[in-house]
């Protein structure tokens, strides 16, 4: 089915030639430009009839990174935040871009040209982990097939590549035959993927006191409580919101000054938030 009208089925834009007095379209606003943007909007989709430029786009992409990558002489270049702001706001996103070129090129001002580029061997390091290549095709490729994991009938083969590789990373930490495991977008949804788990596994435990046993879930959850590192990650305190036990059932333990948590101040708190059975 196509949503494009043909174009003898187009209304006559006659509003000019009839002398009837109707409010002007707002320049580039015209019927006509909009078809125009309508019919350009088909030619960014990812199909057969576009494959050609799907290639031209992508490399043209790909060549902007690694200009970008060979000419940068330093991991940051000290922009400020008011400066960024005012750059991304001056950005009209009413005003489609002619071209990728056209897009390319106002990346570089809002992105490109002040990204932290990690990559540079004179970055301290943090958390980001380096990038290799074949992790990058292994992106392109599968931003562009976007199959759906969640169930076998959008994804097939790509549902039995994530199985295996879970079942390989398991078996290499010997974490037994029960072990499991998902795929994650990063540490966030893995503290809550974990955080998820270990409630579940202290609510069942809670469960097995029959004083509690016929308690729904939000009564149980209101006797539970995370010690976590006062170096933690916020993530943690967000996870507990999205878990149903609300931020203040994280409780932040002291750190000794090589930043690891203090046994002994855990064992206080532990103490302390335990109710009497
Ligand atoms: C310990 C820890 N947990 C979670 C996160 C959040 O990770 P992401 O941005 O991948 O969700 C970070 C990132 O800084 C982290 O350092």
Redesign the pocket.
């Given at each position: 089915m196509s949503l494009m009208p043909r174009l003898d089925e187009l209304p006559v834009d006659d509003h000019r030639s009839s002398g009837v007095d109707t409010k002007p379209e707002p320049p580039g606003q015209d019927f006509g430009s909009r078809v125009e943007l309508a019919l350009g909007a088909t030619n960014h989709l990812f199909n057969a009839r576009n494959s050609p430029r799907y290639v031209a786009q992508v490399l043209q992409g790909v060549n902007a990174v690694a200009t970008k990558l060979e000419r940068t002489t330093r991991p940051f270049t000290g922009v400020g935040p008011s400066e960024m702001k005012a750059r991304v706001g001056a950005v009209d996103l009413d005003a489609p871009l002619p071209d990728t070129a056209a897009a390319l090129q106002e990346l570089e001002a809002v992105y490109l040209r002040d990204a932290i580029y990690f990559h540079d061997a004179k970055y301290a390091a943090h958390?980001n982990c380096p990038v290799v290549i074949p992790a990058l095709v292994g992106e392109a490729i599968l931003s562009a097939v976007n199959s759906s994991l969640d169930t076998w009938d959008q994804s097939a083969g790509a549902t039995m590549i994530e199985r295996r590789l879970i079942d390989w990373t398991a078996e290499r930490l010997n974490l037994g035959d029960n072990s499991d495991g998902i795929f994650t977008?990063?540490?966030?949804?893995?503290?809550l993927q974990a955080l998820l788990i270990a409630r579940n596994h202290a609510v069942a435990g809670l469960r097995q006191d029959p004083a509690r046993s016929g308690l729904r879930l939000p009564a149980l959850l209101d006797t539970l409580r995370i010690f976590t590192s006062a170096d933690?990650?916020f993530?943690i305190q967000k996870s507990a919101s999205m878990l149903g036990l609300g931020f203040d059932a994280v409780i932040s333990i002291p750190c000794t000054p090589d930043h690891r948590m203090d046994p002994a101040a855990l064992a206080e708190a532990m103490a302390e938030a335990r109710v009497p059975a």
């Open positions: 958390l977008s990063g540490g966030s949804q893995s503290n933690s990650h993530s």
